[in-house]
Structure formats: C-alpha cells, structure tokens
C-alpha cells in the first residue's frame, strides 16, 4: 500500500500541472497582499476587518478558499482520476496486484496530500507577508464576537482555522472525488465541479434574498449552510466563534459531505468495469 501510495505521488508530481500550480500559488498571495493594502486603506485600525500581520494569513485563505483552492481539487482530481479512466492508464494499474479498493485509497491519500501541501506552502507565504507588510500588532480581533485574542491565543486562533479550512477541503475533495470516479472524461469532470462550485455560491446567495419571504430567518441560514463553498468562507469564523450555536450543525453538515459523498465516491469507484 504504501509503495502504491508513492508511486501515485511520483506519477503527479511528474505532471507539468502540478508544478504550474505550485508556481501559482505564491502570485495568489502576492495578489492578496495588493489587494489589502489597498483595503486597509479605506477601513480603521481596529475594526475586525482591518488587516493586521496576524489576521492577513485568516483572510485571505478565506478568499481563496471559495473558488482557487476549490479549482486546483477538481483539476487534481481529474489529472489523477478522470483523466486516468480516460486514457485506459488506469486499466494498466490495475493488472498489477493491486484491488481496486487500494487503488482508490492510494490515490485519495495522493490527492489530500498534495491539497495539504498547496495550502500549507499558501498558509506560510501568507504568514511571513503578512509581518512585512501588514501593521504588526499584539492581539487579533475576531470576526463575529470581537473578542481581542492576545499573541499565544491569536496564533492558536491561526492553526485552528488553518485545521478547519482543510477539513473543508476533504468534504470538496469527497464531492469531486465522485464527480471524477462516474464521469466518462476530464472536461466532463472539470464542467461538472465548475458547476458544482458556481451553484455552491450561487444557491445560498439567492437564499439571502428570500428572508423577507415566507421562509423563516433560522432556516434560511441553516439552508445556506448546507453549502460547503459557504461554510469556506464565512462558516469558519462561525465554527471558531464562542457565542454562536451553528458550530454543531457546520460540524454535521461536513460529516455529512465527508462520509455520504466519500462513501459513494469509493463504491462508484470499485463497482465500475475498466476493462470495457
């Protein structure tokens, strides 16, 4: 298993996409710094949203989460996947002595590995941007209940969102991972995760509009919540917040994503016929 798991790595990583993404991810960066310090500019210091060194590496994962992140998974998975059921290489693999259940393991572990690489190459850029050019301060203001954090606190502050804004990426990953295993070609899977993720924003957006209808406030939200792009970028904050009571049901509603999708992806995967 784990020479499998390896070999699905070094075959990847021998991919021009991979190291075109890498190459990628330091302009998104550099694109965030540009863009806040043009935002600072118009916000106070000391609102929550003005960007300090320590909550620069917070918001700006939270932009690039919804719709960067999210692309570079579906383009994995269908470099790894989709493209491989294609091209019949994956008909190869197979006639070595390995199930299709291994298979399936090796190359979700290659998949989640390389998006935690990637976010943990964009975390680390973000951190040391964000203490040159960002105001360097003592303590963080969080988004929702305005606690200020000090140092020790802020910087656990930091891990923990970095740890949920993955999780989040494993529920996207389990979604695209099915998208991949049921889909006859690489385009196919790219329209359809596009699809998927255009929706994601788009649904809970119109949902905002209708609180003035006959639906209640409180299921507007839970119903906006159930949409993983949405809990990307505003559900984090709500999952870290002490006072808020949504953090039970984004736990739910991810489990739910992880362990329904993830389960259908795997049976999709080794229930299908390679060999037509």
Not at 102 to 131: D, E, H
Not at 227 to 245: E, M, P, R, Y
Request: overall charge positive.
């Amino acid at each position: 298993m784990k020479g499998l798991f390896t070999s699905e790595l070094e075959r990847l990583w021998s991919q021009k996409i991979s190291w075109i993404i890498l190459f990628f991810i330091p302009l998104m960066s550099i694109g965030s710094v540009k863009y806040y310090l043009s935002w600072n500019e118009r916000v106070s210091p000391g609102q929550p949203d003005y960007v300090t060194s320590l909550n620069f590496p917070i918001i700006s994962i939270s932009e690039h989460l919804v719709v960067s992140f999210n692309i570079i998974a579906i383009i994995l998975i269908s470099t790894v996947i989709a493209n491989e059921i294609e091209n019949g290489q994956l008909r190869m693999i197979l006639i070595r002595p390995f199930s299709t259940t291994q298979l399936f393991l090796a190359k979700l572990a290659t998949i989640l590995t390389t998006m935690f690489l990637y976010l943990t190459l964009f975390w680390i850029l973000n951190t040391v941007a964000g203490y040159i050019f960002f105001p360097k301060v003592d303590t963080l203001i969080t988004f929702l209940d305005e606690q200020k954090l000090s140092l020790t606190a802020a910087l656990l502050y930091n891990v923990k969102y970095f740890s949920a804004c993955f999780v989040t990426m494993i529920s996207v990953v389990s979604v695209f991972t099915l998208l991949g295993s049921i889909s006859r070609s690489t385009m196919i899977t790219l329209g359809a995760g596009v699809g998927f993720i255009f929706l994601s924003i788009a649904i809970p957006q119109l949902l905002e509009f209708s609180t003035q209808t006959i639906i209640g406030h409180s299921t507007v939200i839970h119903l906006m919540y159930m949409s993983i792009v949405k809990i990307q970028h505003t559900g984090i904050a709500f999952l870290l917040s002490s006072t808020n009571n949504l953090n039970s049901y984004i736990i739910l509603v991810q489990t739910v994503y992880i362990a329904l999708f993830g389960l259908i992806a795997y049976w999709t995967f080794v229930k299908r016929d390679y060999f037509i």
